[in-house]
């Protein structure tokens, strides 16, 4: 097919040398960065729906032990900030809408006002946190980076979710800000045990893949 003569002139005009225009590379660009940040944040709501698998530990005063803190600790150390954010708080949606996925097979908007509610919010500003840091701290190397992750997570996945598990715990049992406090001193060796393990396989990670970044939100 022969095209008009104008058509073709203005054509090379604009392009002479065929090649894709700026624009359109980086629409392109755009388009398979968007869809890969999609595709994470699916993946890690996921794995916290597998850690959900393992069976918790029930205590006293409400709220368990699980392995689902590890998750929110992965999440935003490799995702970064707001990619962590937004996997936990996809999780969390499906858990609102009544998908059994917390350990227990429990789900609904009920858990969110149990005594362990308080947890589940801090969650998502937990990984929040945890990629925050992480971004400031991506120049790392070797045990440099191990303890960059280390203490993203103990920051992140314990310091700023128990301030949200102790105010929640305390509005919710009706205990003072102390008592709760207290309480939550039995999670803390498991949850430097995870942030170990977080930091282990975040190592792991940048030593398999040396591309993925840890300062991209």
């Known amino acids: 097919m022969r095209w008009p003569r104008g058509?073709?002139?203005s054509s090379a005009?604009?392009?002479p040398?065929?090649?894709p225009s700026p624009n359109r590379v980086m629409t392109t660009t755009g388009s398979i960065t968007s869809s890969r940040s999609l595709s994470y944040?699916?993946?890690f709501a996921a794995l916290m729906a597998v850690f959900g698998l393992i069976p918790k530990v029930d205590l006293p005063f409400g709220v368990p032990i699980t392995l689902q803190s590890l998750?929110?600790?992965?999440a935003g150390c490799l995702l970064g900030s707001r990619r962590g954010f937004f996997a936990i708080a996809l999780f969390l949606l499906a858990v609102a809408l009544g998908l059994p996925l917390l350990?227990?097979?429990r789900g609904g908007l009920a858990v969110f006002v149990a005594p362990a509610g308080g947890f589940l919010f801090g969650w998502m500003f937990g990984a929040f946190a945890c990629g925050l840091l992480m971004r400031r701290m991506a120049g790392a190397t070797g045990k440099g980076l191990l303890a960059a992750a280390f203490f993203a997570s103990v920051v992140g996945g314990i310091v700023v979710v128990y301030a949200f598990g102790i105010?929640?715990?305390s509005l919710i049992a009706h205990m003072s800000l102390t008592q709760a406090a207290l309480a939550m001193l039995v999670f803390i060796p498991?949850?430097?045990i995870k942030c170990g393990i977080c930091a282990m396989l975040v190592q792991t990670v940048m030593r398999g893949m040396p591309s993925w970044r840890l300062d991209r939100d």
């Open 17 to 19: 040398t065929n090649t």
């Open 13 to 15: 005009a604009q392009n």
């Open 103 to 105: 350990p227990g097979g």
């Open 167 to 169: 105010v929640g715990l």
């Open 190 to 192: 498991g949850d430097l």
């Open 71 to 74: 998750g929110v600790m992965l």
């Open 41 to 43: 944040i699916a993946l």
């Open 7 to 9: 058509w073709a002139d």
